[in-house]
């Protein structure tokens, strides 16, 4: 047994639980709670197995490095931190119904990490810069907090759509149930978009940190403006924006629930647009 | 300026989940104020929405413009005309341009003025005393549940004493009108954590600003076996910056894994300072030197074209000496003072592991001079009649230093530890207050109690139920169930 073994078993089981927990909302089958949950909480086990083992191997080929060094690596464990919110969230708000909002997201990042033709998945050296207990904190906190603020969007694309529904039945009066009355109040998702968000801006804001101080180590300047580091800034004033709105002015529900989506947006190009996107374009017009 | 100033009355309920009665006692604070239109401009946090979304949107653009190109790559991207107006409006050096500085320089300005304005707001909320509180409050208070107890009110206050220490509520009481009312709270210095993170980042600006006006970013190539005792600004105008000290480099060592991937930049440096050492460290990449508030990094390297170094050691009588040999300028060197000479007389590589090979030409005044192969970095024994020398050459290198003066980054340090505490005190703490009115009403002796927190309400209401239940299980209260 090795660990991507371990972690292609883990992607599947993630689909396997999306899945479910998109059957569980459609078809109102909430006796499959259980199961999904139980699929779920054994993927993330084993996925917790999974990148343990990698970290073994990297010693048993003599590199010996936390399994957190790569865009794989982050990927890997995006989907981890994700997966273990929302079954903090599910046991926190009692209801399966948020999982096909969520656990999706887990399994696309795994199912990128394995597939994806822009990096490898082998176990490499760490090249000089990487070489810091600092990438260990700062990569574990920013993904905590890109994780939280990945459930908070799909909490808030779940208000929309149940907010979105319910101006729908107010104009055409009651037309029968539907699948979206199963969803938890708008109060209720309302308030879980709040304390995800919360949740995450504290690691965000502790993961920026850890990233400047390393900077600082390993450069000399703690902040310089770098394309990477300007995004997570602009992701967190994002945030620090709807936490004072909210709190200050008032703003609630749909303005929240589109500054979640909004945010992961802005969560997904620090990630992904950065790397790939932004210098890209730079390579583009530098041909 | 399109931020509209409106009255800000109403939302002041939200900042804080304070009861009216606190609210009347800040009133005399929020009015004074209020008047001065400037000052309630800069206390809006609709200005620091304003603030928050302009200085997203407007980073954007630093990262999808090149910043610091030359005027002649902005002319090729985007256009004589484009390129102008960039120009005009500091897009190629956005950071420090004078817009983007002065929206932090207002966005600092926001968040000084709204927190002076609300430190005596919170400053009381934290400090307040609670058992003057108007009865009329804690009748209408959200969590609230009444008892009443068989016994007199002297009694009946002792019990609820001792039910709330059990419960981990110490209480303080007051002789009140119509009764005694007592009142326990935990941590309510939370009310300050808002200061806090709101404090930090003003301290991570400051911090900033001393680094910008009293350090100094530089950088310094230094040839191994050479010192420097200046290093240089990264603009070429700017005079060399002397240190007050030497660095010396003594060497240089890179190592890469099998896969051919670089390991390890390590320089070897020593400080010397009038003649004597007094520092020497060997840094790596994550690793820096300090000395006199200056730290030196690791930053980059150089092959210097055409030398090496060598050092070679006679096993007889283990003299060793270091050398600087050069190829193809000049091929043999000698020991001083001895009767060795060597030198390289072909160079060929690099192989598979980025190894150069030399040919050396080795002679010590007896018999045939050696010619022999050698792999760089290796050492290498050569025989001779009646002896035999150990020998090492490797490429020269020099190392590339950068070097950081900041006095104000532990400001900067400070404002983030800061921060981080004071978000974990702002959203995991809560500032929970329990009040206890005892009362004799028409010979029945009344025990209200009630409670408020400003955050977790629904953890603050299982806490309250607990509590009921301890008031209800105890032998000489019951329920009220009129
Ligand atoms: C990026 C910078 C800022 C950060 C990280 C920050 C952080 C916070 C946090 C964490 C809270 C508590 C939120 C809650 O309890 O849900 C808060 C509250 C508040 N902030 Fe900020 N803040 C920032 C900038 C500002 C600015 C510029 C203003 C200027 C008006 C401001 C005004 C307020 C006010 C009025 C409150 C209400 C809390 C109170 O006073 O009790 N903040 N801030």
Redesign the interface.
């Known amino acids: 047994m090795n660990s991507s073994q371990l972690l292609n078993f883990t992607t599947f089981a993630y689909l396997t639980a999306s899945i479910l927990y998109i059957a569980i909302f459609v078809f109102r089958a909430e006796k499959l709670g259980r199961l999904a949950t139980i699929i779920t909480l054994a993927a993330w086990l084993v996925q917790t197995g999974g990148i343990g083992l990698r970290w073994v191997e990297s010693y048993q080929m003599g590199?010996g490095h936390a399994p957190l060094s790569n865009m794989y690596e982050s990927l890997v464990f995006f989907a981890w931190a994700i997966a273990i919110i929302y079954l903090w969230l599910e046991w926190k708000f009692k209801t399966p119904l948020i999982g096909a909002f969520a656990i999706p997201f887990a399994f696309f990042s795994m199912a990128y990490a394995s597939f994806s033709t822009q990096f490898g998945s082998e176990i490499?050296?760490l090249?000089?810069?990487l070489?810091?207990n600092?990438l260990i904190g700062h990569v574990v906190t920013c993904f905590i907090g890109y994780a939280s603020f990945a459930v908070a969007c799909g909490l808030g694309i779940m208000y929309l759509l149940k907010d979105h529904h319910e101006r729908n039945k107010k104009g055409k009066k009651s037309s029968g149930t539907s699948i979206i009355d199963n969803l938890p109040a708008l109060p209720i998702i309302d308030d879980a978009v709040h304390k995800t968000i919360?949740?995450g801006?504290?690691w965000l804001?502790?993961g920026i940190?850890a990233g400047?101080?390393w900077a600082?180590?390993?450069?000399?300047?703690?902040?310089s403006?770098d394309?990477k580091e300007?995004?997570s800034?602009?992701t967190w004033?994002?945030y620090?924006?709807a936490l004072?709105?909210r709190?200050?002015?008032?703003w609630k529900g749909r303005r929240i629930a589109w500054i979640a989506v909004l945010g992961f947006i802005s969560v997904i190009f620090t990630y992904y647009g950065?790397n790939f996107l932004?210098s890209g374009?730079?390579s583009y017009?530098s041909q | 300026m399109f931020i509209p100033v409106g009255p800000d009355n109403e939302h002041r309920y939200y900042w804080f989940n304070f009861t009216t009665n606190d609210l009347i006692a800040l009133k005399t604070i929020m009015t004074k104020k209020k008047r001065n239109p400037i000052w309630k401009f800069f206390t809006s946090v609709k200005l620091a929405l304003f603030c928050l979304f302009t200085l997203a949107g407007a980073s954007i653009i630093g990262t999808i413009v090149p910043q610091n190109a030359t005027t002649g790559r902005y002319i090729e991207l985007y256009g004589h005309s484009t390129a102008k107006f960039f120009q005009l409006l500091d897009i190629p050096n956005m950071y420090d341009s004078w817009w983007f500085l002065g929206l932090l320089a207002l966005f600092a300005m926001n968040l000084t003025i709204c927190t002076i304005d609300r430190f005596p707001h919170l400053w009381k909320l934290a400090t307040m005393d609670n058992l003057n509180t108007k009865l009329d409050r804690l009748r209408k208070m959200g969590m609230r549940k009444v008892f009443s107890a068989g016994s007199n009110t002297q009694e009946a206050v002792s019990e609820v004493q001792t039910v709330m220490a059990q419960a981990g509520w110490k209480t303080k009481q007051r002789q009140v009108e119509g009764g005694t009312l007592l009142f326990s709270q935990k941590s309510p210095w939370t009310r300050l954590g808002v200061i806090v993170v709101h404090v930090s980042i003003l301290l991570i600006f400051a911090g900033a600003l001393v680094g910008k006006f009293y350090g100094y970013k530089a950088s310094v190539m230094i040839p191994e076996g050479s010192s420097t005792d200046v290093v240089y600004r990264s603009t070429p105008e700017h005079p060399p910056i002397p240190l007050g000290f030497t660095v010396r480099c003594n060497k240089f060592l890179l190592t890469y894994y099998d896969t051919g991937m670089p390991k390890e930049f390590r320089s070897d440096l020593i400080i010397q300072r009038d003649g004597k050492v007094v520092k020497r460290k060997s840094i790596v990449v994550n690793d820096p030197l300090q000395y006199d508030g200056l730290t030196f990094y690791q930053a980059s390297y150089q092959a210097i074209n055409g030398q090496f170094t060598a050092q070679l050691s006679n096993e007889k009588t283990k003299a060793r000496q270091k050398f600087i040999l050069q190829y193809p300028t000049s091929q043999a060197i000698k020991w001083p003072g001895k009767n060795i000479s060597f030198g390289i007389v072909d160079v060929s590589g690099p192989d598979m592991m980025r190894r150069f090979q030399y040919k050396i030409w080795f002679s010590d005044g007896k018999g045939q001079p050696s010619t022999f192969w050698m792999n760089q970095g290796s050492s290498v024994r050569i025989k001779r009649p009646g002896n035999s020398y150990l020998l090492t050459v490797s490429p020269r290198f020099a190392t590339g230093l950068q070097i950081a003066k900041d006095p104000g980054v532990w400001i900067v340090y400070t404002g983030c530890i800061m921060m981080i505490l004071g978000l974990i005190v702002i959203f995991f703490m809560s500032h929970r207050r329990i009040w206890v009115f005892v009362s004799e009403e028409k010979g029945k002796t009344s025990i209200l109690v009630c409670g408020q927190s400003n955050k977790d309400k629904i953890g603050f209401e299982k806490t309250m139920r607990a509590l009921y239940k301890r008031f209800a299980t105890s032998q000489l209260i019951v329920e009220d169930k009129s």
């Open positions: 590199y490499k050296p090249i000089p810069a070489q810091s600092w919360i949740f801006f504290v804001s502790t940190i400047a101080i600082n180590e390993a450069w000399g300047t703690y902040w403006w394309p300007t995004w800034l602009i004033f994002l620090a924006a004072h709105a709190l200050v002015r008032g950065v932004l374009l730079h017009g």
